[in-house]
């Protein structure tokens, strides 16, 4: 971010500051960055610096002045940013939106500019121009997962599940929660009417989440007894399921159920051989 001619003492004094900071020692951080300003009371990045340490420590009205002060001196696209983050977090959507905008009226192609005008529209409940610069970012990163994840969330609610499954491509390799990943794109598959693939993703969905070994085992170690006490009476259910399964009409959803019953009630071959069935 450093743009400004400055003095090789100064210089030395920020990077001195930024390693104080990175390493947690905010105090002695504050420190040099106060006596590079006084070397140099123009230097934009001192004051920015100081509010991102302020913010970090919680003290937000302390990190807004030192952004305004910051942008006395001259407009800036990532002062702007973090004073507009300020607001956010305070769910003062509007003000951000200001800052962001005028982050982008520096630089429209500003990436996280973009996003977080993005994530402000969104939380104003403007779909369509979230969208808008959600595909800005995306065009820009086309890995950008949580850019990603929001846009196919806009196109989920809107019903467009080719448009979601298109975008959820573009992160296929690099999504970290893996068993979100699944679970989302099998839902958009089952919308599309193709059960196959929802079947498939949404059971790599549930055997990937780590709780679901721990409340299978749970479920293993339980008596008849307490399983009922706990689920009801699964017998009746399982009857009633299968009944309706009989005349092979049973969509996804009740086949799913079914299956998950039968682990319930330990029977854990049935439900394998149900969820094959599913599937051929």
């Not at 059971?203 to 989440?209: C, F, Q, R, Y």
């Not at 009409?249 to 299956?259: D, G, I, K, P, V």
Request: aromatic share 14%; hydrophobic share 40%; net charge positive.
């Amino acid at each position: 971010m450093m743009s400004q001619a400055l003095p090789k003492e100064v210089v030395v004094i920020y990077n001195k500051a930024l390693m104080l900071s990175n390493r947690g020692d905010f105090d002695q951080a504050l420190g040099e960055y106060r006596r590079a300003l006084t070397m140099c009371p123009d230097f934009i990045q001192a004051y920015n610096n100081i509010g991102e340490i302020y913010s970090r420590m919680g003290k937000s009205e302390l990190a807004i002045s030192h952004y305004r002060k910051a942008l006395e001196i001259a407009k800036n696209n990532r002062v702007l940013l973090n004073l507009g983050v300020e607001f956010y977090n305070r769910r003062d959507y509007n003000a951000a939106l200001q800052y962001f905008l005028e982050s982008l009226s520096l630089d429209e192609d500003f990436l996280e500019g973009n996003f977080y005008t993005a994530m402000a529209y969104f939380n104003l409940k403007d779909l369509q121009r979230a969208k808008q610069y959600l595909r800005k970012v995306i065009m820009r990163e086309k890995k950008h997962e949580k850019a990603s994840y929001l846009l196919a969330y806009i196109y989920y609610e809107w019903k467009q599940y080719d448009k979601a499954l298109k975008v959820l491509e573009n992160i296929r390799e690099v999504a970290t929660d893996r068993a979100f990943f699944n679970k989302y794109f099998g839902f958009c598959c089952y919308h599309l009417g193709r059960y196959d693939e929802a079947v498939s993703y949404l059971t790599v969905a549930l055997e990937s989440n780590p709780n679901y070994a721990k409340y299978k085992k749970y479920l293993k170690g339980l008596t008849y007894e307490k399983k009922v006490k706990e689920l009801g009476d699964i017998d009746a259910k399982i009857k009633e399921m299968e009944e309706r399964l009989m005349g092979n009409h049973a969509s996804l959803q009740e086949y799913t159920r079914l299956s998950m019953l039968y682990i319930f009630k330990g029977e854990y071959r049935k439900a394998e051989e149900l969820l094959l069935r599913v599937k051929h």
